[in-house]
């Protein structure tokens, strides 16, 4: 299993535009099914947060090996996505980051920084 992520995440629909964030959500995950398929991705979880006054309401984390993510996030077709998103979304945004064993490794580097 690979070790990069992908946050793309949101606050919410920019009012008088819901209709189009719904239609654009289910095309979305239509999208990341066909990159599963595909192997261009390993796995994407959908979550949707419980109302607690904060500017992420929800996110799609994607899973994948580092050079796959990178090579997904220069095409036409995820930019595409992501520029749609921004016209009808509030915080909409996009993250790389780790999990797994790249974490530890993360976090060596991180306390090898810290002054003595």
Do not use: C
Request: hydrophobic content about 40%; cysteine-free; proline content about 2%.
């Amino acid at each position: 299993m690979g070790t990069s992520v992908i946050l793309f995440g949101w606050n919410r629909s920019i009012p008088g535009r819901e209709k189009v964030s719904a239609e654009h959500f289910s095309e979305f995950v239509k999208y990341m099914g066909g990159l599963q398929q595909k192997g261009a991705i390993q796995a994407f979880d959908i979550v949707f947060l419980d109302a607690h006054g904060g500017d992420l309401n929800g996110f799609f984390l994607i899973r994948g090996e580092s050079a796959k993510l990178d090579t997904l996030v220069s095409t036409t077709e995820w930019i595409t996505h992501m520029t749609r998103a921004t016209l009808h979304l509030e915080g909409s945004g996009v993250v790389r980051g780790v999990t797994g064993d790249e974490v530890m490794k993360r976090m060596a580097i991180w306390t090898s920084a810290i002054p003595s």
